[in-house]
Each structure stands twice: as structure tokens, then as C-alpha cells.
């Protein structure tokens, strides 16, 4: 590959991958690829057709009708769903509760992880996500996983809310965030886990800016080889 690398960004959910994938990503110069909002736009569609979200069959035939576009955005990505930007829309409460169980679906993630690849193809690219550095670009250059403790993740979404205007509770948010993460890390299929050669980033007392700057650093030491 000419052009850039390939870094995987792996870690539970409010870890903050988002933030430091679409930042490392800009700065490299590189496309980000959030996989994480391809399962919500998935799950989103089911709620509106309402299709049952634990049924695998019919999860699997909506994904193969379904057509799911990221566009780079002025806010990092856009995500098109059929043509819709739905960019908002697949961040409420009801789609961030069901998407776990769309997310266990073997098949569902067959035909995602497949897609993924194809999005990573021959370019420069930051995916962040669960399986990214132990399934989907086992051969990443770079790979990271990106954690938190469970009080500072709902810390940083209890303040992100505030700032949204929205008041939640602090025990609430580190009960629903426990949650994910055991959902995320039992489930059969490509379950949440480091991978063996990924490097284990804690980002409980760093700075965005910090973790971003590790990121970059890394990468560029991983281009010049
Ligand atoms: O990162 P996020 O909160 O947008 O992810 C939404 C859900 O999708 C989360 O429950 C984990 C799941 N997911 C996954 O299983 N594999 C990925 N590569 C990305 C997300």
C-alpha cells in the first residue's frame, strides 16, 4: 500500500474510539470508517419496519436489502441509509439498546465484516469498532485498544448528555455501560477481546489530544518501516 496504513481501533463502548479515530484519521489524512454505525443503521431500519431484531433470518435478509454509505461530513461521517442521511437518527436510546443483539448475528456480521474489508481496501483508513484488530483487518499495521474505566466512560457521557441539554443519571449510565460491555464481550460471535498484537491504550486519566497524538506518533513510526 502506497498511500497510508491500516490502523484498527478496538475497545468497549464510551472509550472514546470514535472521537480519537475521526481526529488520528484527520490528521493522517486517512478515511474513518465507523463500523459501529453501520450495525446502528441496520438496527435502526428494523425498529422502523419493525422487523424483529433477535429473529437472525430476517435480520440478515433486511441487511441484504439495505444499503448503507459512510460520506465524509463536515461533523467526520455521514451515514447514508438508502439514500438517507440518518446521521442523527441512529444515536437515540432506542437504537443504542437494540443494536447489541442485531451486532450478535453471525450472519449479519458475515455480510458486515465483508463489506468492511472492501471499505479498507487499498487505502489509508482508521476503522474503529469490537472485532476490527482481531477479525475484520487481522493484518492492521496498527492496531489499538482503547479503554476507560467504567466511572470515567460515564463520566464523559454523563457530560456529553449535559451538554446536549439532556440529564441523566451517573449510576444509570455506568449500569447501561456495564451492560454493553457484558453484552459486547460474552456473545458468541466475534466477541469484544484484545487482539495479541494490538497495544492496550488506557485513556482514564489522558486527553483526547494525548490519545490522538499516541496514535499518530505510533503510525508514523509504522509508515517509515
Ligand atoms: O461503537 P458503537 O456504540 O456505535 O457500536 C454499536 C454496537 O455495535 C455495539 O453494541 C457493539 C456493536 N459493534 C460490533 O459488534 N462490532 C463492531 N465492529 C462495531 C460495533
Redesign the pocket.
Known sequence: MVNGIQIAI?GP??AG??TVAKMAAEKLGFTYI???????AL?HKALTDHIDINDEDAMKRLLLHTDIHLLPSAKGQAVLLDGEDVSEA?RTQEV?KA??A???HPSV?LL??DK?RQLANNKGVV??????GTD?LPHAQLKIFLTASVEERALRRFKENDGRGIHTSLEQLQADISE?DR??SE?KA?P?RQAEDAILVDSTSMTIGDVVEKIRELAEERMVR
Not at 465507523?34 to 446502528?40: S, W
Open positions: 478496538d463502548a464510551g474510539k470514535s465507523d463500523t459501529g454505525a453501520m450495525y446502528r438496527t441512529i443504542t443494536v447489541s442485531v451486532a450478535a456480521r458486515m465484516v468492511q476503522m474503529d469498532g469490537r472485532d476490527i475484520v454493553r453484552a459486547d456473545r466475534s469484544l
